[in-house]
């Protein structure tokens, strides 16, 4: 009788302890959320009102931008939902499936514009006379772009079916027990998701170093040409620092769905078995979530177009720029995303 009452007060003390934990998570987490959520229509802002920004891969940019700023929805949403404690027990399940399928579709369609963005590249830098990209590499693009959409909406579909909330933990979404289907599953996921897009990023900007490092600049080109190839380098350098990011912030995520997969332990039972590595998963979490937080800033920071930009619109706000100025062009035709 002494030994149930003193599990259960074990256990009592372990549900209390991750209930403050995902209290203070989610207290941190939720105001990095709403400035990524900011940041993110901010930046989506300036690539929609200036036509400079109409390019190709502005475009896949902006899809980009666009699914983050849906997962940074989401992620305010659920934070703001863990703290109010608002959601009865079928609501926390229809919370969970709802947030869970939103982020991974969302990053589904980040990871896979990325790796697009990074094809467009290569096209334009390391294949740049050739017939595809001059004739057929839009078209190309469009319905890549569409059967991304079409397989994030579809291969993210099961987690509604396997995901739940467990009702002694506000804000724990977690696996329902894990068969082999959804062992395959989630091994599928980490292949689609993360080995798949990181192989084809990683191999496509280390061709794009490497064909710039051994090209060699006509020695006809004056001070205009020479700034117009810095640009290029400086945009490339973006773009490979966003697509880098996924990669490195996401592997511990995908490390730990594949180890739950191997095991088939949900987040719960490790909770018993191995604290550390429950806390390492949650961390893991809140790290690929990060993503969305950071991929504006670096944007900024790399992009000197968008930098421009972004500080001739915060003076316009701010109300210090002239009505003469606000006439001028703001940025002349940006020839680093041609």
Request: hydrophobic share 45%; charged share 15%; proline share 2%.
């Given at each position: 009788?002494?030994?149930?009452?003193?599990?259960?007060?074990?256990?009592?003390?372990?549900?209390n302890?991750?209930?403050?934990?995902?209290?203070?998570?989610?207290?941190?987490?939720?105001?990095l959320?709403?400035?990524?959520?900011?940041?993110?229509i901010?930046?989506?802002?300036?690539?929609?009102?200036?036509?400079?920004?109409?390019?190709?891969?502005?475009?896949?940019?902006?899809i980009?931008?666009?699914?983050?700023?849906?997962?940074?929805?989401?992620?305010?949403?659920?934070?703001?939902?863990?703290?109010?404690?608002?959601?009865?027990?079928?609501?926390?399940?229809?919370?969970?499936?709802?947030?869970?399928?939103?982020?991974?579709?969302?990053?589904?369609?980040?990871?896979?514009?990325?790796?697009?963005?990074?094809?467009?590249?290569?096209?334009?830098?390391?294949?740049?006379?050739?017939?595809?990209?001059?004739?057929?590499?839009?078209?190309?693009?469009?319905?890549?772009?569409?059967?991304?959409?079409?397989?994030?909406?579809?291969?993210?579909?099961?987690?509604?079916?396997?995901?739940?909330?467990?009702?002694k933990?506000?804000?724990?979404?977690?696996?329902?027990?894990?068969?082999?289907?959804?062992?395959?599953?989630?091994?599928?996921?980490?292949?689609?998701?993360?080995?798949?897009?990181?192989?084809?990023?990683?191999?496509?900007?280390?061709?794009?170093?490497?064909?710039?490092?051994?090209?060699?600049?006509?020695?006809?080109?004056?001070?205009?040409?020479?700034?117009?190839?810095?640009?290029?380098?400086?945009?490339?350098?973006?773009?490979?620092?966003?697509?880098?990011?996924?990669?490195?912030?996401?592997w511990?995520?995908?490390?730990?769905?594949?180890?739950?997969?191997?095991?088939?332990?949900?987040?719960?039972?490790?909770?018993?078995?191995?604290?550390?590595?429950?806390?390492?998963?949650l961390?893991?979490?809140?790290?690929?979530?990060?993503?969305?937080?950071?991929?504006?800033?670096?944007?900024?920071?790399?992009?000197?177009?968008?930098?421009?930009?972004?500080?001739?619109?915060?003076?316009?706000?701010?109300?210090?720029?002239s009505?003469r100025?606000?006439?001028?062009?703001?940025?002349?035709?940006?020839?680093?995303?041609?």
């Open positions: 009788m002494n030994h149930g009452v003193i599990n259960d007060s074990n256990e009592t003390n372990i549900d302890f991750f209930i403050q934990l995902y209290d203070i998570t989610s207290i941190i987490a939720l105001p959320a709403i400035i990524g959520l900011i940041s993110n901010f930046v989506l802002y300036i690539f929609i009102t200036d036509r400079n920004f109409h390019k190709p891969t502005y475009y896949l940019i902006m980009s931008v666009t699914s983050d700023i849906i997962t940074a929805i989401s992620m305010t949403y659920g934070y703001s939902h863990i703290l109010a404690r608002t959601t009865d027990d079928n609501g926390a399940d229809i919370m969970c499936q709802s947030a869970v399928y939103i982020t991974a579709t969302s990053y589904t369609i980040s990871i896979m514009n990325l790796c697009l963005i990074a094809f467009d590249r290569y096209c334009n830098i390391v294949k740049a006379v050739s017939q595809f990209n001059r004739l057929y590499k839009n078209n190309f693009l469009l319905f890549v772009e569409i059967s991304i959409w079409i397989t994030a909406v579809i291969i993210n579909a099961p987690l509604i079916l396997v995901m739940e909330s467990k009702n933990d506000y804000g724990l979404c977690d696996f329902i027990p894990i068969t082999n289907i959804i062992s395959a599953y989630l091994i599928f996921l980490v292949i689609m998701l993360y080995i798949i897009p990181s192989t084809f990023i990683v191999t496509v900007y280390v061709k794009i170093i490497i064909f710039r490092k051994n090209y060699v600049s006509p020695a006809t080109n004056n001070a205009e040409q020479i700034e117009e190839d810095a640009q290029k380098k400086r945009f490339i350098k973006a773009l490979m620092s966003i697509a880098i990011s996924y990669v490195c912030f996401t511990p995520y995908f490390a730990t769905i594949l180890g739950y997969a191997i095991t088939k332990k949900t987040y719960y039972q490790l909770r018993f078995t191995d604290k550390v590595a429950y806390v390492t998963s961390l893991s979490r809140s790290l690929t979530t990060s993503i969305t937080i950071i991929s504006p800033f670096t944007y900024l920071l790399f992009d000197s177009n968008i930098r421009k930009r972004a500080v001739k619109v915060c003076k316009q706000l701010l109300g210090l720029e009505n100025q606000r006439r001028l062009h703001h940025i002349r035709v940006m020839s680093s995303a041609r």
